[in-house]
Structures are given as C-alpha cells and as structure tokens.
C-alpha cells in the first residue's frame, strides 16, 4: 500500500472522529425536521459536505422552501470549484477518471494532500477521505436511528450546533484576506438584519448572496 495513502489514512482519522460527532447531530436534527429516515443518509452519502447540509436542513426547517435550500448549499459548496481547479494537475486519468478522483476533495484533506507550490499528493488526499466518508455516513445514521425528541435536543443544546457551525466558518474568514473580511462581514450582517423580517432560511441565502457581492471589493493585501 502506498505510504502517503497510510500517511492520508493517519491524518483523516481525527477529521473522522470530528466529522462522525458532527454527523450524529446533523442526522438526529434532520430526522427531527422531519426528513424522516432515508433522506438524511442518502444526503450524506451523495453530499458528503456538512456546511452543505447544515445549509439544507436550517434554510428547509427555517421556512425557505426546496429551491431556497438548494440555493444555499450550492452557494456554499462554490468553494470547490477553485479547490478542484488546483488539485486537478496532479490527478491521473482521463476525464471521468479525473472526476471521481476529484471527489477526494474535502477541506480537511485538501489542506493536508497540500505540498506546497500548487502541488498535492494524491494518494494522501485520498487516505484522507477514505475514512472521513464512511465516518460521516455512520455517524448521520447513528443520529437519524436515535432520533432523540425535540425536547431532548433541545436541553442538551444540539439546536445550537448549526448556527454555532456558521458561526465558526464566519470567525475563521475574518482571520483571512481583507476580501475575505469584507465578504464575511456583509453576510453577516445581512443575515442579522433579514432574520428579524424574515425566517432563517431565507435569511442564511440572502447573506449567501451578499458574501458573493463582498468578493467583488478590491484586493487587499492580508
């Protein structure tokens, strides 16, 4: 076996842990939003992206309707595009080959299969992945079979998860480029007006656009 694909496997293992105990909220809140058993698990077999599916579950149960939500993971899940653009000289194959081993690109493994110089070790990108995926699979499931009353979700404070989620992802942009700044900040503060008007959904999508209208400001230097 490859040792940078052991060496891949090594490093996913705490990023499987981390993303197993975030899966068990996602699935345990989806099936409280009434998502019922399948469709959680099914989410997380094809999306694999949690702040994706935090997008999904917060926009539907906030009143934001299908398209609202779809919108939302979408604008969030943009970031791979430019992730899978960089990685993409060091993938091997032809065309449909190059697109499933671009699948492997996740954000913890991305940043780790990272050499430096534009480059990455792919088998380190997949020994990443390799245990991230079937951890947030079973942890989503583990979460939908507990399926723990809204009461209970409530006390122990997993309605909180999502928002603080969203919360980390804005804090760890303001530590960024000043074009990062600016995009964060806008979507912050649009989602803080429009959710005293409007429900969560809606809001968490408006400010997914307004981060788009922060890119748009000149460069700045960090």
């Known amino acids: 076996m490859d040792r940078s694909f052991v060496t891949g496997v090594r490093?996913?293992?705490?990023?499987?842990?981390a993303s197993f105990v975030l899966a068990v909220t996602f699935g345990a809140l989806a099936r409280s939003a009434g998502w019922g058993v399948v469709a959680p698990i099914v989410c997380s077999l094809v999306v694999f992206s949690g702040s994706a599916q935090f997008a999904l579950v917060t926009v539907m149960s906030g009143g934001g309707g299908v398209a609202a939500a779809i919108a939302a993971a979408g604008l969030i899940n943009g970031r791979?595009?430019?992730?899978?653009?960089?990685?993409?000289g060091d993938l091997r194959g032809g065309r449909l080959r190059r697109a499933l081993e671009g699948q492997a690109v996740v954000d913890g493994s991305?940043?780790?299969?990272?050499?430096?110089?534009?480059r990455f070790d792919r088998h380190l990108l997949f020994g990443a992945t390799a245990v991230q995926w079937p951890a947030w699979v079973?942890?989503?499931a583990l979460g939908v079979v507990l399926a723990p009353p809204e009461g209970l979700v409530h006390d122990l404070g997993l309605d909180v998860v999502f928002p603080a989620f969203f919360l980390v992802l804005l804090l760890d942009e303001l530590r960024s480029s000043g074009r990062a700044r600016a995009a964060a900040?806008?979507?912050?503060?649009?989602?803080?007006?429009?959710?005293?008007?409007?429900?969560?959904?809606?809001?968490?999508l408006g400010s997914s656009a307004a981060a788009l209208l922060g890119l748009a400001t000149p460069r700045e230097d960090r």
Do not use: D, K, Q
């Open 80 to 88: 791979f595009v430019p992730m899978g653009i960089a990685v993409s």
């Open 138 to 140: 079973a942890g989503t």
């Open 11 to 17: 490093v996913g293992l705490g990023l499987a842990l």
């Open 110 to 118: 991305w940043v780790a299969a990272h050499r430096g110089g534009g």
């Open 185 to 204: 900040g806008l979507g912050a503060t649009v989602a803080g007006g429009l959710v005293l008007l409007l429900p969560a959904g809606v809001a968490l």
